[in-house]
């Protein structure tokens, strides 16, 4: 036996159908066993027993694990069917046979008794002959959730269930939440005798330790401090947690721990022990736990009990989540999940969502809409006859820019579309499946499967990792869209795109250009429209964002502003720069390679080698302007024909090269002290040209050139030409 083979199950219920009755099952309950006890005696004396507890102290597991002692004691055990399931089969039934009574249909609905038109007369024989000669016992678990979404069928069926109770003599065992206690009250009804459960947490050392230890195979060596140390753990976050909430104050770490968050601290361990190297399989020591805590980054407060348990459970979704893929777009079914995680809870409560709620509200993200102002430019459109999904979605992806990027960057728009139903399909389908993940759970009505948290308390750790994601360059470079107003804000580098780096696996192979000897990958089909382009992490120690050997081809930005990045040995190549801002930038060996760059602006960076080459296309460079630049390296303008203007203000000095370019309107202004060296080479004419610069600059002119300066008085020319085509002084 290895670490692997601990049955520590993770951070989830116990699961009724799993609960057999064997002496494995029978030994479930670990901390209980007062508690399962006292309902065993209860189920002999009355006919109603309340349980409630808080979120997370485990009601479901109790009511899960008792049900083979129960059934050890003879007795039928019963299970309400969950309320997601219950209640959409009840709202077809209603609608179909709207004279039958309510309360009476659900009740049958839940515990699967017939229930075309039943009176409640009918309901204690109907429940006895399920059991035959058995004692039965009906367990209605989480009528939290039907009471906060319909609490007045709720109350009704509470009182119900307390008349049937008492005139049948089946035990009724009802769970809630504890805020929901005196909701409990109507099932209180006369000849139904009531008893009231008040599960507390479990919170001993002894109790936590014996939740650590004992699914632990015994020839596994357990060193006593290394449960000692988790048991630490576990009671410092808890502490944490209550001292944070009852000073009303936002918690940094975790709201609130639980058994939760220790059982997925054990199956994260458990899961990194099993595929680290050279971890000893055969016994468990508190070095086992250093290596852990180093492997999640937390080295710095490696035994800090809040940050390891939040870690701990964020560490299960990542792994959950991991294995979700799309051999078209792998990326796409984490993206969708992230676009859709937070509408699966609210207020700490799990929320049921049709798969058709989901799709729609994560392709409403993904893409956007346009900014109000904004022309919209495509019509993101679906192959009418797949029907289904496709056609409930093209009411909110009309209008909308798309442009797709890394595998996409070659998808029509239907294909786009199908993708995103498809990718978020798979990764409700892994995270639904109770051998893998068991995160979600999966009703199927029709159409239109229907999704749920299977615990609340994983709502959190599933919305951070959410957070993350969409934080993270994957999302929003690798995304469909890129929509006006967002930041980007993530270092990028060749690195980053490497199979091995941060989006190797999800952009897809990607071309590497070696053609100057560096290995650069190329970045095709990118749309950043009005984006953001700047460092936002007050924390780094860089106050630029690196884009750093990189090529960006056939790609659109469009409108975007680049502030605080520096752009080393980068090139763009075929791009639409129309009205992009560069401010406050370092371009350091940077080509502008055959780009429209109308309406361009370079204001306050340093140019350390910048060459602009619109390879012989006409006009690519109209209006381009270059303010208050630092030039460390020479910067070219290259084969730009028909280009109506280009002004170049306010420079301070630096080395200039202008080669076979055609500009109707030219200005070239360093009125600084720092002098220019300006060359004018090639098949070049500057029409309506300003030049001026300080005593000292140097302007060397090559035979063929064709200057016209502006003849205003303002307009100074240096006499300090050299070559055979001198400038006159205007």
């Given amino acids: 036996m290895t670490i692997a083979d601990i049955a520590w199950p993770g951070p989830r219920p116990l699961a009724f159908d799993d609960a057999r009755p064997d002496p494995e099952a029978l030994r479930r309950l670990i901390g209980r066993e007062r508690e399962l006890d006292e309902l065993l005696d209860l189920c002999q004396t009355h006919a109603i027993v309340e349980i409630t507890a808080a979120s997370g102290v485990g009601k479901t597991s109790f009511v899960a694990g008792a049900r083979p002692h129960l059934e050890r004691a003879g007795a039928m055990v019963v299970k309400a069917h969950p309320w997601s399931d219950t209640l959409a089969e009840y709202d077809a039934y209603i609608e179909s046979v709207p004279q039958a009574s309510d309360a009476v249909a659900l009740y049958c609905i839940a515990l699967g008794l017939p229930h075309h038109k039943p009176q409640v007369a009918e309901l204690p024989a109907m429940l006895l002959g399920q059991a035959g000669d058995r004692p039965l016992v009906c367990i209605v678990d989480q009528l939290e959730e039907l009471l906060r979404y319909r609490r007045m069928l709720g109350r009704e069926l509470l009182q119900l269930i307390g008349n049937v109770a008492a005139a049948s003599g089946v035990v009724h065992v009802v769970i809630a939440r504890s805020e929901y206690r005196n909701a409990l009250a109507p099932v209180e009804v006369p000849r139904a005798p009531v008893w009231h459960i008040a599960l507390s947490e479990l919170t001993s050392a002894e109790v936590i330790g014996r939740i650590i230890s004992e699914p632990i195979p015994e020839d596994i060596a357990v060193e006593q401090a290394f449960v000692d140390r988790l048991v630490s753990i576990w009671q410092k976050a808890r502490a944490a947690s209550a001292s944070t909430w009852a000073a009303g104050e936002e918690a940094n770490d975790i709201q609130e721990c639980g058994l939760l968050h220790l059982q997925a601290l054990l199956w994260s361990f458990r899961r990194w022990a099993a595929q680290a190297v050279d971890v000893d399989q055969a016994s468990l020591t508190v070095g086992h736990l250093d290596r852990y805590a180093a492997s999640r980054s937390l080295t710095a407060k490696p035994y800090d009990g809040p940050a390891l348990m939040a870690d701990a459970l964020l560490s299960y979704v990542e792994a959950m989540v991991a294995t979700c893929h799309s051999e078209a777009w792998p990326f796409g079914p984490r993206l969708m999940l992230a676009r859709s995680a937070r509408h699966l809870s609210s207020a700490g409560f799990k929320v049921a969502q049709p798969v058709s709620a989901l799709v729609s509200r994560a392709m409403q993200e993904e893409l956007g809409s346009a900014r109000p102002g904004h022309e919209v430019e495509l019509r993101l459109g679906m192959r009418s006859e797949d029907g289904g999904l496709a056609d409930k979605a093209k009411s909110f992806v009309s209008g909308v820019r798309v442009v797709p990027a890394g595998l996409a960057r070659s998808w029509e728009p239907w294909q786009v579309a199908d993708q995103m139903i498809a990718s978020l399909e798979e ?31 994983i709502a959190p750790a599933l919305d951070r990792w959410a957070e993350i994601q969409l934080a993270g360059p994957m999302a929003t470079i690798g995304g469909i869209a890129a929509r006006h107003g967002e930041v980007f804000s993530h270092h990028l580098t060749a690195d980053t795109f490497l199979t091995d780096g941060e989006l190797g696996p999800y952009w897809g192979a990607v071309e590497i250009d070696r053609s100057d000897g560096t290995p650069r990958p190329v970045l095709s089909g990118i749309g950043w429209h009005g984006l953001g382009v700047h460092q936002q992490d007050p924390s780094s120690k860089s106050p630029h964002l690196l884009f750093e050997d990189l ?8 409108g975007t502003l680049f502030q605080r990045v520096k752009l080393r040995r980068v090139v763009f190549e075929n791009c639409d720069l129309r009205g992009v801002a560069v401010i406050d930038c370092i371009l350091s060996d940077v080509t502008f390679r055959n780009c429209v760059m109308s309406g361009a602006a370079f204001n306050d960076c340093e140019f350390d080698g910048t060459v602009f080459d619109a390879g012989g296309t006409p006009q690519l460079l109209n209006g381009l302007a270059i303010r208050a630049v630092q030039p460390f390296a020479e910067v070219t303008f290259a084969n730009a024909p028909l280009v109506t203007s280009l002004v170049c203000t306010k420079l301070n000095g630096g080395r200039w090269t202008f080669r076979d370019v055609d500009i109707r309107h030219f200005v070239f202004e360093s009125p600084t002290a720092d002098e220019v060296a300006l060359t004018i080479a090639g098949q070049t004419t500057l029409r309506h040209a300003t030049i001026l610069a300080p005593p000292g600059s140097v302007v060397e002119v090559d035979p063929g050139v064709d200057i016209s300066p502006l003849t205003d008085e303002n307009s100074v020319v240096p006499p300090r030409a050299v070559g055979d085509a001198a400038i006159a002084e205007a």
């Fill in 551 to 558: 090529v960006f081809r056939d790609s659109e930005f469009v």
């Fill in 427 to 457: 990764a409700l389908a892994v995270l639904s499946n109770d051998e893998h993940a068991n995160i979600l759970r999966r009703f199927k009505h029709g159409e239109d499967p229907v999704y749920e948290l299977v615990h609340d308390g």
